[in-house]
C-alpha cells in the first residue's frame, strides 16, 4: 500500500483548515492524507479522525479527515493570526518533514504560511517557506516549478525587483536552475528524457543584439555547455512566443528569467490550479499556490482546487519517484 501524503496545516487563522476539509471531503480515501495541526482549528461540523500513526490514513480516510494532532497555543480567529501560534506553525512543518524523511509519509504537501506573523511571534529567520524547508532537508540550492496539467514554468530569479533582475541573472544561477530541473523530471515526473525551453530575458530574445546582449553573453554559453553534455534545450527563445499551445507542445518545462515572465501564462491557463512545487530537496513537497487569504477566512468560499492538485502532484511524483528509485 503507498504511503500517505502529509499535509501541514499552515497558518490556522487563514484559509489552510477550511481548504483541508474541503479537500478531504473531495478525495476521501481516493488518495489518502492526513492532516498535522491543531484539530480545534478545523471548521466546525468537520468530520475528523484522530491518528497517532500515519499508517492509519487510509482507513481513517474512509470517514473523516485523519488529524495527526499536534496542539497549539491558542483558538484560531479567522483573519486574525495570533503570534502566540507561530511556533507551532513552524513545529507542524518540521514533524511532516521528518515524518517524510522517515519513509512513514510519501511527500509533504504545506498550507500557506504567513511569514510576517512567523516572525513577530516566533523570530522566524527565514525569509520564506522555501528556505526553512531547504534547511530541513540539508540543501543549500533548491528551484520553485509552477505545475498545471498544460504547462510547467521555472523562475530562475523569483521575488525580485525587475530592475535587479540582469544583475542577479548570473551563468551559475541558470546552469543550477536548469540541472536542478533537468533532474527533477526525471525523477519525480518520471520523463527519461526532459525537453527544456529556456526564455531570453530581453524581448525577441535580444534579437541578436539590438534589444540587449545578455542572451549572448550569459544565457547562451550556458546552454551551449548542457547541450554538450546531452540536455535537450531549446532557447533562448522569444518569451512572447513560447506559451501558446503549439509551443507548449514541444517542451516539458519552461525556464524563465524572471517571476512574471513565468508566472504570467501558468496562472492565465489555470489561475485556481496551478502547483506550487520545490524540486531540488531530498523529498517531495508541493503547495497551493495562493497565500492564506485572510480577507475570506472562514466564511466557507475558499476554492480548495489548487490544493487538492497539490495533494495529487504530491502523489503522482511520490509514485514516479518510487519507480524510478
Not at 9 to 28: H, N
Not at 74 to 86: E, H, L, M, S, Y
Not at 118 to 126: E, H, N, Q, R
Not at 291 to 302: E, M, R
Request: hydrophobic share 45%; glycine share 10%.
Amino acid at each position: 500500500m503507498s504511503l500517505p501524503i502529509a499535509l501541514s496545516c499552515g497558518e490556522p487563522a487563514g484559509v489552510g483548515p477550511e481548504i483541508a476539509a474541503t479537500a478531504w471531503a473531495a478525495l476521501r480515501d481516493s488518495l489518502p492524507f492526513f492532516y498535522i495541526g491543531d484539530p480545534h482549528h478545523l471548521p466546525r461540523g468537520t468530520a475528523i479522525v484522530e491518528i497517532n500513526d500515519p499508517a492509519d490514513t487510509s482507513e481513517a480516510a474512509k470517514s473523516g479527515l485523519p488529524v495527526l494532532v499536534h496542539p497549539f497555543a491558542a483558538p484560531a480567529v479567522p483573519g486574525q493570526p495570533d503570534p502566540t501560534n507561530a511556533q507551532g506553525v513552524i513545529d507542524v512543518i518540521a514533524r511532516g518533514v521528518d515524518l517524510v524523511m522517515q519513509g512513514r509519509a510519501a511527500a509533504l504537501t504545506t498550507a500557506p504560511i504567513h511569514k510576517k506573523a512567523l516572525k513577530d511571534g516566533a523570530g522566524f529567520g527565514y525569509p520564506g517557506h522555501t528556505e526553512y524547508l531547504a534547511a530541513l532537508g540539508g540543501v543549500d540550492r533548491v528551484v520553485m516549478m509552477l505545475a498545471c496539467p498544460q504547462l510547467r514554468v521555472v523562475p530562475t530569479t523569483i521575488h525580485e525587483a525587475i530592475a535587479d533582475v540582469p544583475a542577479l541573472l548570473t551563468a551559475d544561477l541558470l546552469e543550477q536552475t536548469i540541472r536542478i530541473t533537468h533532474a527533477a523530471l526525471i525523477r519525480d515526473f518520471g520523463l527519461a528524457a526532459p525537453r527544456l525551453a529556456v526564455a531570453g530575458l530581453n524581448p525577441h530574445a535580444g534579437e541578436g543584439g539590438a534589444m540587449g546582449t545578455e542572451e549572448i553573453t550569459l544565457i547562451t554559453p550556458v546552454l551551449d555547455q548542457l547541450r554538450a553534455e546531452g540536455l535537450a534545450i531549446a532557447g533562448p527563445l522569444s518569451a512572447d512566443t513560447m506559451f501558446h499551445a503549439t509551443a507548449r507542445a514541444r517542451y516539458d518545462a519552461a525556464i524563465c528569467m524572471y517571476h512574471d515572465q513565468a508566472l504570467i501564462p501558468i496562472k492565465t491557463l489555470d489561475f485556481a490550479g496551478g502547483v506550487n512545487v520545490t524540486l531540488g530537496l531530498p523529498f517531495i513537497r508541493t503547495s497551493p499556490d495562493h497565500g492564506t487569504a485572510f480577507d475570506i477566512a472562514g466564511q466557507g468560499i475558499a476554492d480548495a482546487n489548487s490544493l487538492i492538485e497539490a495533494l495529487k502532484l504530491a502523489r503522482q511524483m511520490a509514485d514516479a519517484r518510487k519507480a524510478t528509485a
